[in-house]
């Protein structure tokens, strides 16, 4: 069950407080009837207006609304249909999730949409947070604030069922392969640094530009998150399997989304209490991600020989 914001918890303390002493009778029953009452629609107005709480107050670009941001588009199984106003996909249900942990109505969620590059680029940015999948890294830190992680994955390769890289079981007999990535990933940054392929790989400005690419055969593979991959070849390009996954190791650390804010935005803090009620004390993380991912889990371990 959900936990109220502080305010209309003490709020709602007060009330009780006044309708115990007008019990106890010793003053103007008609005024301590009256003062009850009135707590209490102050109690039912702060819960209906969902505006926020005392935690995010002055914090959000627009008093009483949360303005959030995803790709544009926003792809399965992340956001569902590109509508995130929806609440379904993963990271839609998310979004709601939070904005609800601390306080906001689902009519005062404001979406807005960036590119990815864009999003983490320094600057003021038009959004209170956004979420598409941002791995969180040392280097996107001195240019923007992270969440703490609310989704933790691992990279994985998509290629043609009749390409050359449908065979391959381990990491060395990938170097002779073309592979293509998102610019500013860190499926771009694991070709480079843990495949270091022979070839220099392509480099495209969305997924969906390397997902032609790979239709067209001009790439042999292409790298995403796991998630990502699985629905690819599952459902948007015919043809296509899940090459294999790469265990979590020394070498290759966990892909750790996070929600990206401007740089030292405090409403960071708000978010952060959330997602961890969220994943602590809820537990409604974990049914999120059986509800959208249950189905993109599994692939066949490549090597990293």
Do not use: H
Request: aromatic share 8%; charged share 20%.
């Amino acid at each position: 069950m959900k936990q109220r914001s502080n305010s209309v918890r003490l709020i709602a303390l007060g009330a009780a407080a006044v309708l115990g002493l007008a019990a106890c009778g010793g003053g103007d029953s008609a005024s301590d009837d009256t003062v009850a009452e009135e707590a209490t629609e102050e109690v039912v107005e702060e819960t209906a207006t969902g505006t926020g709480n005392d935690c995010t107050a002055g914090k959000t670009l627009a008093e009483g609304k949360l303005t959030i941001a995803t790709g544009n588009p926003a792809y399965e199984p992340w956001v569902v249909g590109d509508a995130p106003e929806s609440k379904e996909g993963f990271e839609a249900a998310v979004a709601y999730g939070v904005a609800e942990e601390m306080g906001f109505s689902d009519e005062n969620v404001v979406w807005v949409r960036t590119g990815f590059d864009e999003a983490i680029q320094p600057g003021a940015k038009n959004f209170d947070f956004n979420l598409q999948q941002f791995s969180i890294t040392e280097e996107r830190k001195a240019n923007v604030t992270f969440s703490e992680p609310y989704y933790s994955t691992n990279q994985a390769i998509v290629g043609l069922a009749d390409s050359a890289a449908a065979g391959a079981t381990k990491v060395s007999e990938m170097r002779d392969l073309k592979f293509g990535a998102q610019a500013g990933t860190t499926s771009l940054d694991f070709i480079t640094k843990v495949i270091q392929p022979n070839t220099e790989p392509f480099v495209y400005d969305d997924n969906a530009a390397a997902k032609a690419a790979l239709e067209a055969k001009q790439v042999d593979a292409i790298v995403l998150d796991l998630p990502t991959a699985l629905y690819v070849s599952a459902v948007e390009i015919e043809g296509s399997k899940v090459i294999g996954q790469f265990p979590l190791s020394d070498q290759v650390g966990a892909d750790n989304f996070g929600m990206v804010f401007d740089l030292n935005n405090p409403l960071v803090e708000c978010v952060n209490e959330a997602i961890s009620r969220m994943r602590d004390l809820t537990y409604e993380l974990i049914s999120i991600e059986e509800t959208w991912l249950s189905g993109y889990t599994g692939a066949p371990v490549i090597s990293l020989d």
